[in-house]
């Protein structure tokens, strides 16, 4: 195995996952404080954000319940001590490696999870009818140029009803979309599990199941195009909350 082969998969991933969260973070945080500072309350007060904060903390509980962690209160009411709009409060065994790799991935829930849900959306709504975009990803992979992926990007055909949904359905995700510091912090326990689990995963990929390696750079490419899709959209909410408030 390569450092190249590396590069274009775990290295990727880490790469394009961290680096999505936290630009998606700066956005959205700046897009919060404008949105707070302009109306004189806080997030979790203002109508048009309760639907992406509370999809937000439903995330958390339900992903944190799936790995055996006890939820006992999903609250909206802001938690100043931790400087976050709404909170789960959740038990845990940080001797059990279940809870503290549940914990990772219930804090990046929001992320991960509404990024699920606008890619999805966003294949639907550009690549519906586009049978030749997984052919393209796939030369662009096997030949390591970006010609083939840009190919089939252009050979994008517009499913309007879809289209109006990905708008909706963004709007209203977007304000959800960024982990709170507390988040991050509860992420950091599991890390190091997550960590050698993909690299058992690499390492067995490379020497069994190297079809594994394929699929995984295929996830790569939709993981960065679905993270642009969501980074423009909060760009726009950004500028428009600031043209329009």
Do not use: C
């Not at 599990?193 to 750079?217: C, D, E, K, Q, Y």
């Amino acid at each position: 195995m390569s450092w190249q082969l590396f590069m274009q998969t775990l290295g990727s991933s880490l790469i394009i996952f961290s680096g999505g969260i936290m630009l998606l973070k700066w956005l959205s945080d700046s897009t919060v404080q404008h949105l707070v500072n302009r109306a004189g309350r806080s997030n979790s007060e203002l109508w048009y954000m309760r639907p992406g904060i509370f999809i937000h903390e439903l995330w958390h509980a339900a992903i944190a319940v799936l790995f055996g962690i006890h939820v006992s209160k999903l609250s909206m009411r802001p938690d100043y001590r931790n400087n976050s709009a709404a909170h789960v409060d959740m038990q845990y065994n940080p001797a059990k490696w279940r809870h503290r790799v549940g914990l990772l991935f219930s804090s990046t829930a929001p992320a991960w999870g509404n990024a699920l849900i606008m890619m999805l959306l966003t294949r639907q709504a550009f690549f519906q009818n586009n049978i030749s975009l997984d052919w393209d990803i796939r030369q662009s992979v096997a030949t390591n140029q970006i010609a083939p992926l840009f190919r089939g990007l252009q050979d994008i055909t517009i499913n309007w009803p879809w289209l109006a949904a990905l708008l909706l359905v963004g709007l209203v995700l977007t304000p959800g979309f960024s982990p709170s510091t507390q988040d991050l912090k509860n992420a950091l326990s599991g890390l190091p599990w997550l960590l050698a689990a993909l690299a058992g995963i690499f390492v067995l990929s490379g020497w069994v199941f190297r079809s594994w390696l394929w699929v995984w750079m295929r996830l790569n490419i939709y993981m960065a195009i679905t993270f642009v899709v969501i980074l423009v959209f909060s760009l726009l909410m950004n500028l428009l909350s600031r043209k329009l408030l």
